[in-house]
C-alpha cells in the first residue's frame, strides 16, 4: 500500500468509526440471514439444525411446482399486483395535475394533506376499519344499498369480490403519498411555456397534451421501472395487507406467495420449503431490478430523458 | 396571502374542487365513522344505524379500555419502541450517512455498495427468523430495536442532503482544531434537522405502525405492542373478549364492536396528529430518495 493511500485511510479513520456501526448491523441482520438459504435445500429439522439436516438438493422445488396452494399463490401474487399497477398506476399521476391546477388557499393544502392520511395508519387498522363498514348486516355500505332498495351483500365473504376490494383499497391508501413525486415533477416545469401556449390560444387540454404530459413523462416512465423493479419486495399488496385482509372464505383468492411462505414456514414450521420459496421471491426480485435497471438505463442512453 | 379574486370559477376549477372535496371526504369518513363508533353506547349502536354521529354520546368505552390490562403494558411498548427507535436509527444512519457523503474516503463506493445491497437481496423471512432465535431475541424487547438501525433508503436521503452542506464548514472548522467528531455533532447535525426530521418522521411511523415482528418473535402478552392488541380484538369472538377484558364490565354500554373501534381511536390518533406538522419535510425527503433510487 503506497504512503498517501495510507495517509488517507489514516485521514478518515473517524469516518470508519462512524460506519462501524451500520456496517456491523448490516452484516448481522441482513447478511447472516444470507447463510440461512441453505435450508432451501435441505430437508430441515429443528434438531439437526442448518448444518446437520439431511441435505436434498431441489427437492423442496420441485415439491413446490407441485403443490396447487404454491401455484394459486403465485396466480394471486401477479394477479394482484398486474390489476394493481394496470389500474392505479395512472390515478396518481391525474390527481396530481388536478392538485397541480389548484390555486393555492387553506382549502387546497387541508385537501391535500387529507389525502396522505392513509399512508400513514397501519393495515392492521385499515383492515379493521374496511371490515366495519363493509360489513353485511351494520357495514355502512350495506346501510346505503339498502336504503336504495338493494340487497344486502357480504363484501368480505365474497372471494370474487376480494381482488377488487384489496385493489381499490390499496389504492386509497397510498394514491395521496404517490402524488407527491408528480407533484414535484409538474412544479419543475417552466411557466414560460404555459404562458407561451395560453398566447397561441391553446385550450386548458391542449396544454395538458402538448404541455404538461410530455414534461412529465421522463418521471413517469421512472416510476413506472420504480414500480416494476419492486413488485415482489415492496409492493402496496404486502403481506401486512394480505394477513389482515384476508380470511378463511376468501383465501383460495387472497394468500399471496409472501402469505403462503409464512403460512408454511411459520405456521406449519416447514422451514426448508418456506427457505425455497424465499428464495424464488427473492430470485424474481433480483431479476426485476436488474431487468428494469437495464432497461432504464438503454433508455437514458437513446437521449429520450 | 392571495388577493381575493372574484367568484368566477372555471369548469375545470369547478370540477377539481369537487373531485377533492370528495376525495377528502372519502378519505376521512372511515376515520370519522370509527370516532363517533367510540363514543357511541353499545346498545343504541346495536340497534340504530351509526352514519355520521354517535349513538348517544359516551365516554365509557374509553374508560372500558383502561381496565384491559394489556393496554398499558402495549402502550408503554409502543412509546418505547417508537421513540427508542427513532434515537437510534436516527444516530446509526446519521454518521453512516455523513462518512459515506465523504466521497474521497477511501472505500466509499464499496462500502456504499455493501450497504444498499442488502436491500435488493435478502434471505428471507425464515433465515431471519432463524437468526433472530439464535442471538436469543425471541421474547427481548430489542428485537424491536436492533435490527432497525439503519436503512439503505434513509441512508440514501441524508447523504444526498448532507451533500448539499458546503464543504468549507468543516474544513474551516477542522482548520480551528476540531475534531471529526465535534464536527458531526455540533456543526453537521444542527444542519441537518430538516432531514432528521424526514428520518425521524419515517422511522417513527413504521416502528408505531409495526406489529409483525410482534407476531413473530413474542410469546409473551406484556411484550406485545398497541398494533397487536388491536390485531387481537379485532380478530377475537364475543366470548373470547369479554374474558379478555378484566374488572367491571357494563355490557349495557360496551360492546366488542365499540370496544375495536376505540382501540383503533387510540393507535390511529397519534399518527394523524403528528404527520401534518411534518408534512413539508417528509415531502423533500421523498423527492430527494426517488431522485437518487
Same mark, same amino acid.
Given at each position: 500500500m503506497d504512503v498517501a493511500l495510507r495517509k488517507r485511510i489514516w485521514r478518515y479513520r473517524t469516518m470508519y468509526l462512524f460506519l462501524l456501526p451500520a456496517v456491523i448491523l448490516i452484516v448481522v441482520f441482513s447478511y447472516a440471514p444470507m447463510v440461512g438459504l441453505i435450508m432451501a435445500f435441505e430437508d430441515y429439522d429443528i434438531v439437526n439444525g442448518m448444518f446437520r439436516s439431511p441435505f436434498v438438493g431441489f427437492e423442496n422445488f420441485k415439491h413446490l411446482f407441485r403443490d396447487a396452494d404454491f401455484l394459486r399463490s403465485l396466480r394471486n401474487t401477479v394477479a394482484l399486483n398486474g390489476i394493481h399497477i394496470a389500474i392505479g398506476f395512472t390515478l396518481p399521476i391525474g390527481l396530481a395535475i388536478l392538485i397541480f391546477e389548484m390555486q393555492d388557499s387553506a382549502f387546497k393544502r387541508i385537501t391535500q394533506t387529507i389525502t396522505y392520511l392513509p399512508h400513514f395508519v397501519s393495515w392492521v387498522a385499515i383492515a379493521g376499519i374496511v371490515y366495519k363498514l363493509l360489513d %353485511?348486516?351494520?357495514g355502512v355500505a350495506n346501510i346505503l344499498l339498502r336504503a336504495l332498495d338493494r340487497e344486502a351483500i357480504p363484501f368480505m365473504r365474497r372471494p370474487d369480490l376480494f381482488w377488487w376490494i384489496l385493489i381499490i383499497v390499496a389504492i386509497w391508501k397510498e394514491i395521496g403519498w404517490e402524488t407527491i413525486i408528480y407533484l414535484a415533477a409538474l412544479s419543475g416545469i417552466p411557466a414560460e411555456q404555459y404562458e407561451a401556449a395560453v398566447v397561441d390560444g391553446a385550450s386548458k387540454w391542449q396544454q395538458l397534451i402538448y404541455i404538461t404530459l410530455p414534461s412529465i413523462a421522463p418521471t413517469i416512465g421512472l416510476m413506472f421501472i420504480f414500480t416494476i423493479a419492486h413488485l415482489v419486495t415492496n409492493s402496496p399488496i404486502s403481506f401486512g395487507a394480505i394477513y389482515n385482509m384476508r380470511n378463511a372464505l376468501v383465501s383460495e383468492y387472497s394468500d399471496t406467495l409472501d402469505y403462503y411462505i409464512f403460512l408454511q *414456514? $411459520? &405456521? &406449519?414450521? &416447514?422451514y426448508g420449503i418456506a427457505t425455497a420459496m424465499g428464495l424464488l421471491r427473492g430470485l424474481a426480485g433480483l431479476v426485476l431490478v436488474l431487468g428494469a435497471n437495464g432497461i432504464s438505463r438503454r433508455i437514458r442512453k437513446y437521449g429520450a430523458f | 396571502m392571495t388577493t381575493r379574486r372574484k367568484r368566477k370559477m372555471s369548469t375545470s376549477q369547478l370540477i377539481t374542487s369537487v373531485v377533492m372535496l370528495f376525495l377528502a371526504f372519502v378519505t376521512i369518513y372511515p376515520f370519522w365513522y370509527c370516532l363517533i363508533y367510540s363514543f357511541s353506547d353499545a346498545q343504541l349502536a346495536a340497534q340504530t344505524n351509526i352514519v355520521f354521529w354517535p349513538a348517544g354520546f359516551t365516554l365509557q368505552n374509553y374508560r372500558s379500555i383502561?381496565? $384491559? @390490562?394489556?393496554i398499558y403494558s402495549a402502550s408503554s411498548i409502543s412509546v418505547f419502541r417508537t421513540v427508542a427507535g427513532v434515537v437510534y436509527a436516527v444516530m446509526i444512519t446519521g454518521l453512516a450517512s455523513y462518512a459515506l457523503s465523504q466521497r474521497r474516503m477511501p472505500g466509499n463506493r464499496a462500502l456504499s455498495l455493501f450497504l444498499i445491497i442488502p436491500m435488493y437481496i435478502s434471505g428471507g423471512l425464515l433465515p431471519t427468523y432463524v437468526l433472530m432465535n439464535k442471538l436469543r431475541l425471541f421474547n427481548n424487547l430489542l428485537v424491536y430495536i436492533l435490527p432497525? *438501525?439503519?436503512w439503505a433508503f434513509n441512508m440514501l436521503i441524508m447523504r444526498t442532503y448532507f451533500d448539499t452542506i458546503p464543504a468549507e464548514m468543516a474544513e474551516s472548522a477542522r482548520m480551528d482544531g476540531a475534531s471529526d467528531w465535534t464536527i458531526f455533532f455540533r456543526i453537521i447535525f444542527p444542519l441537518a434537522m430538516p432531514v432528521i426530521a424526514v428520518i425521524a418522521m419515517f422511522t417513527g411511523v413504521w416502528q408505531w405502525n409495526s406489529w409483525f415482528d410482534a407476531q413473530l418473535y413474542m410469546t409473551k402478552p406484556e411484550l406485545l405492542p398497541l398494533q397487536n392488541v388491536l390485531q387481537a380484538f379485532l380478530r377475537r369472538n364475543q366470548a373470547d373478549m369479554v374474558s379478555l377484558?378484566? @374488572? %367491571? $364490565? &357494563?355490557?349495557q354500554t360496551v360492546s366488542p364492536e365499540t370496544i375495536r373501534m376505540t382501540i383503533l381511536i387510540v393507535t390511529v390518533l397519534p399518527i394523524m396528529f403528528v404527520y401534518p406538522f411534518f408534512q413539508k419535510h417528509f415531502i423533500r425527503g421523498v423527492m430527494i430518495g426517488a431522485v437518487k433510487a
Open positions: %353485511e348486516y351494520t *414456514g $411459520i &405456521r &406449519r414450521v &416447514r | 383502561l381496565k $384491559i @390490562g394489556q432497525h *438501525g439503519f377484558m378484566q @374488572g %367491571e $364490565i &357494563r355490557p
